[in-house]
């Protein structure tokens, strides 16, 4: 898949479609509604027949109580046979206690489907977003990410919770409910299905009019979501820049947009609502006029009109339920339409269909013709062959933009090369076995993240399998067990508990640590001193040298201290590689990385 199709779904939040690709997304989420539904197909199918027999129940009163009055009232006045009254009530209280108790299942086995499907979706979306390429998450924002995960989520849960429910339910209720009317009196039938015109136009002007306004719903949800994230994730510039004013002033703005678009969808419903309420009190009176009319003249009885006038009271009745089906309904869709967008994300650095296995890897790394482009189209590797012999260490040096992390990110496989090929002992890296390549090649950036968990835990993460002794050992190594051991628990301490937190310079060094004790034949170190200061820095320098021996390392870094002790330094500008050798020959010479060390050399000074 190309880099287009992931900027193609971040524009996908947006409110303007054209009808093809309406119908394109609408045809997308149905798919994902489908595979959602295909594995509880027979619990759908126990809850349709659990409703159908409880709505016919519940369908059955009016007639019962027609033919009470018309059959058997008259018969307890006038012969005192009070038999048929006592029947039709006994099956009245049965058909409504039926009902009832069905209804009930009915709720407990579709609330059981709801949290199947929804643990299926939920799970689905992690699993999926997890696995996605780099470029995914570096275009698609983790407010965005956090939008489909709660929101979105929360949206259709109560769409399937209590607004399917109740379209299921009142469809069923009004069709059985005309069908009854029309065997009581096909006249009385005839009158809602002419008054069905007026209710057809005003659900569908509400439908068309709602669908574009849920939509720019979820999109602005989404965004006041990603505001929020953004400002509470960068809060320490927030603050140093007194960003605060115009924080909130934007996200005023967002919150007022989607104060707006939420009074929109309310007054469309204010609408629906009355007009409903209208169409049902024009039908109800049309039927007792007529039919009243009918009784004068003697064609018609009592109890017949009664029921009548009740089934078409309770024809309109659902409708409300319908409409709140409705409303929910558009705001579901707009948030299945983003969901179904995530979950359809190809991986732009897909794995092997034959994955090739490399047990053990000497860490001999090949470029070879690579050029690659990120989605901007702009190339940052023109051309670009390289041989990076097993055991070297090697330092990249560059101005910012050079193409430095870019070639790591390469080696990492965290990105495909547009064309060429890097290789790995020989193997191309795109069809080497991703435990392997992940077992292979270790990247250590400036972001040290910890996870929840224990100091041990997060410099276990990659050999989860590490033994006490194996884990202060490597941080021994980084010069990281003084201060681990100087927190409240030690390696057992908390990293997100009050009393264990950990310095940046600290942070750096776990991360060390975990790769260190990972053991690859490919360490990269992208900025990965920058966060520490100059006696961490020298504290680690010979454990550096230690335990890159022996191992392909590429360090790079700003401070020149960091790539003394590099085997080979390689100065980059514009993609290219503009100087080769070892360090102390650069640095002998007039070229651009001499010049960078005298400029360094000043600047401690």
């Keep these: 898949m190309s880099a287009t199709t992931v900027s193609g779904t971040a524009g996908e939040d947006r409110s303007d479609y054209t009808k093809a690709e309406s119908r394109s997304i609408r045809r997308r989420s149905l798919r994902l509604l489908g595979s959602l539904v295909r594995p509880v197909r027979w619990q759908v199918l126990l809850a349709a027949v659990v409703l159908v027999i409880s709505t016919a129940l519940r369908v059955a ?103 399917l429910n109740e379209l299921v339910s009142g469809v069923l209720y009004g069709g059985f409910t005309l069908i009854a009317l029309l065997l009581l009196d096909w006249q009385s039938g005839i009158v809602v299905v002419v008054m069905g015109m007026p209710l057809y136009f005003l659900m569908r002007w509400f439908y068309l009019r709602s669908q574009g306004v849920y939509r720019e719903s979820r999109v602005i949800s989404a965004q006041v979501i990603v505001k929020f994230v953004e400002t509470m994730t960068g809060i320490r510039a927030v603050k140093a820049f007194r960003k605060e004013p115009r924080n909130d002033e934007g996200f005023g703005d967002l919150s007022d947009q989607y104060r707006d678009v939420n009074m929109r969808s309310i007054r469309l419903f204010g609408i629906l609502e009355p007009g409903l309420m209208a169409v049902a009190a024009v039908s109800v009176a049309l039927v007792l006029l007529w039919g009243g009319l009918r009784v004068v003249d003697g064609t018609f009885a009592v109890g017949t009109l009664l029921g009548a006038v009740l089934y078409v009271r309770n024809f309109f009745s659902p409708l409300s339920e319908v409409a709140f089906f409705v409303n929910s309904y558009q705001s579901a869709t707009a948030a299945l339409e983003k969901v179904s967008g995530v979950l359809e994300e190809e991986l732009t ?58 070639l790591a990110k390469l080696v990492s496989r965290f990105y495909d090369p547009t064309s060429g090929a890097i290789t790995l002992d020989g193997v191309d890296l795109r069809q080497l076995h991703p435990k392997d390549l ?22 276990a993460l ?4 590490a033994t006490l002794d194996e884990i202060r050992s490597a941080a021994r190594a980084v010069g990281a067990d003084e201060f681990i051991r100087a927190l409240p628990d030690g390696y057992d301490t908390d990293v997100n508990k009050r009393g264990g937190r950990v310095s940046a310079g600290q942070r750096q060094l776990i991360s060390f640590a975990r790769a260190f004790l990972a053991d690859p034949a490919v360490l990269i170190l992208d900025e990965a001193t920058a966060s520490l200061d100059m006696p961490s820095e020298r504290l680690i320098q010979d454990a550096l040298q230690t335990l890159l021996a022996d191992r392909t390392a ?30 102390e020959a650069l640095i002998a010479g007039t070229g651009k990385f001499a010049q960078l060390h ?5 600047s401690l000074v």
């Design 61 to 163: 009163g009016p007639a019962l109580i027609a033919w009470g009055i018309d059959n058997a009232l008259p018969a307890a006045l006038e012969q005192a046979d009070w038999m048929p009254t006592i029947g039709v009530v006994s099956v009245y209280l049965v058909a409504g206690f039926g009902g009832a108790a069905l209804i009930g299942w009915y709720s407990i086995v579709a609330a059981r489907l709801t949290q199947a499907v929804m643990l299926d979706l939920r799970k689905r979306i992690f699993l999926h977003t997890q696995r996605l390429s780099l470029e995914f998450h570096e275009s698609y924002t983790s407010g965005r990410i956090i939008s489909r995960q709660t929101s979105d989520l929360d949206t259709i849960r109560e769409l399937l919770d209590g607004g």
């Design 349 to 406: 650095v897909p794995d092997p269909t034959d994955p090739v296995d490399l047990r053990k890897a000497r860490g001999h790394i090949r470029f070879d013709g690579v050029e690659f482009g990120y989605s901007d189209d702009r190339v940052i590797l023109p051309d670009f062959t390289l041989d990076l012999p097993a055991g070297q260490t090697i330092a990249l040096v560059g101005t910012t933009g050079a193409g430095k992390s870019t």
């Design 438 to 459: 992940r077992r292979a090649i270790v990247m250590v950036t400036q972001e040290a993240y910890l996870f929840s968990g224990t100091v041990a835990d997060n410099i």
């Design 462 to 465: 990659g050999k989860p399998d």
């Design 554 to 583: 590429i360090i790079i870094a700003h401070r020149l201290s960091t790539v003394a002790i590099a085997d080979r330094v390689l100065v980059m500008e514009y993609g290219r590689i503009i100087e080769d050798d070892t360090p």
């Design 598 to 602: 005298a400029s360094w050399r000043e």
